[in-house]
T-cell receptor
Framework: DAKTTQPNSMESNEEEPVHLPCNHSTISGTDYIHWYRQLPSQGPEYVIH???SNVNNRMASLAIAEDRKSSTLILHRATLRDAAVYYC???????????FGTGTRLTIIP | DTGVSQNPRHKITKRGQNVTFRCDPISEHNRLYWYRQTLGQGPEFLTY????????KSRLLSDRFSAERPKGSFSTLEIQRTEQGDSAMYLC?????????????FGPGTRLTVL
């Protein structure tokens, strides 16, 4: 599985945008970029995924670099409930499992 | 609540005992996954089912571990002769196979403590 690199931790102020980076320089052409998050004492939760184009949903936006070697998860207006560990995962089409790294622990400051 | 459910939520056992966990996936989801998560680490894949067929097993799944999904609905994960190293959160997820990549929906997990 292709590897991703994320910062161990980040802090952001409440009600401000948050940009969570992910590097994946060895990404292959068929790898989808997935983001999941894990709130304290809960199982992981799907956030968003994309292949080549930027994606938006009600939770977040995913900005994918033109060469696909990096991506950024954008939370437009962070709330205290967004405090979680965020995982950036590459998943090849046809590969059923998710390979989690250690993720980025996001702390929201009130 | 129509999400993935797992029982029990917590299990404390003595080394050498057998334990069994249950996962009830989202109704009509044909794929079911088991992961294990230790403190400070991301979840690690153990195995997955498509309907009742177990299609992939991680090398982490030693011969003391067995998973079943009879009739393609709920699943059980059994650990025989538990060891202290088995202490972890065991997570279940389910998904609906689509044409492209599928989203996995996770349950709250079962926390196992082996004394």
């Amino acid at each position: 599985d292709a590897k991703t690199t994320q910062p161990n931790s980040m802090e952001s102020n409440e009600e401000e945008p948050v940009h969570l980076p992910c590097n994946h320089s060895t990404i292959s052409g068929t790898d989808y970029i997935h983001w999941y998050r894990q709130l304290p004492s809960q199982g992981p939760e799907y956030v968003i995924h994309g292949l080549t184009s930027n994606v938006n949903n009600r939770m977040a936006s995913l900005a994918i670099a033109e060469d696909r070697k990096s991506s950024t998860l954008i939370l437009h207006r962070a709330t205290l409930r967004d405090a979680a560990v965020y995982y950036c995962i590459l998943r090849d089409f046809g590969n059923e499992k998710l390979t989690f790294g250690t993720g980025t622990r996001l702390t929201i400051i009130p | 609540d129509t999400g993935v459910s797992q029982n029990p939520r917590h299990k404390i056992t003595k080394r050498g005992q057998n334990v069994t966990f249950r996962c009830d996936p989202i109704s009509e989801h044909n794929r079911l996954y088991w992961y294990r998560q230790t403190l400070g680490q991301g979840p690690e894949f153990l195995t997955y089912f498509q309907n009742e067929a177990q299609l992939e097993k991680s090398r982490l799944l030693s011969d003391r571990f067995s998973a079943e999904r009879p009739k393609g609905s709920f699943s059980t994960l059994e650990i025989q002769r538990t060891e202290q190293g088995d202490s972890a959160m065991y997570l279940c997820a389910s998904s609906l196979l689509r044409v492209s990549t599928d989203t996995q929906y996770f349950g709250p997990g079962t926390r196992l403590t082996v004394l």
